[in-house]
């Protein structure tokens, strides 16, 4: 299985951006998927998951609100719509794949993109 994450970029504070992540080798719909982000120095953080059917998301407080996840089984993609960005957004953002019911936390996911920087300026 393989993730590729796209649409990451430079916008100022108070913008939107929108990443794909597209899934190869494998069928998207029979993985919950999620998004998670590192800024330097700091530990991958959540950020967004949702289930096989798109039925159920889950976000953290932090993005709660300004973040939108969705899937597209049909083309393979998974998107995260950001909204009202902050400069404390910004970050390598990763999409990732579980088996696992409810994925919340990194452990729980197999497998992993190669990240998209998104900077956001003040």
């Known amino acids: 299985v393989q993730l590729q994450a796209s649409g990451g970029g430079l916008v100022q504070a108070g913008g939107s951006l929108r990443l794909s992540c597209t899934v190869s080798?494998?069928?998207?719909?029979?993985?919950?998927m999620g998004w998670f982000r590192q800024a330097p120095g700091k530990e991958r953080e959540f950020v967004a998951a949702?289930?096989?059917?798109?039925?159920?998301?889950y976000y953290p407080d932090s993005v709660k609100g300004r973040f939108t996840i969705s899937r597209d089984n049909a083309k393979n993609t998974m998107y995260l719509q950001m909204n009202s960005l902050k400069p404390e957004d910004t970050a390598v953002y990763y999409c990732?794949?579980?088996?696992?019911?409810?994925?919340?936390?990194?452990?729980?996911?197999?497998?992993w993109g190669q990240g998209t920087q998104v900077t956001v300026s003040s």
């Open positions: 990732a794949a579980a088996f696992i019911n409810y994925p919340t936390v990194a452990r729980q996911y197999a497998y």
């Open positions: 949702i289930n096989l059917s798109g039925s159920w998301t």
């Open positions: 080798g494998s069928t998207p719909s029979g993985y919950h």
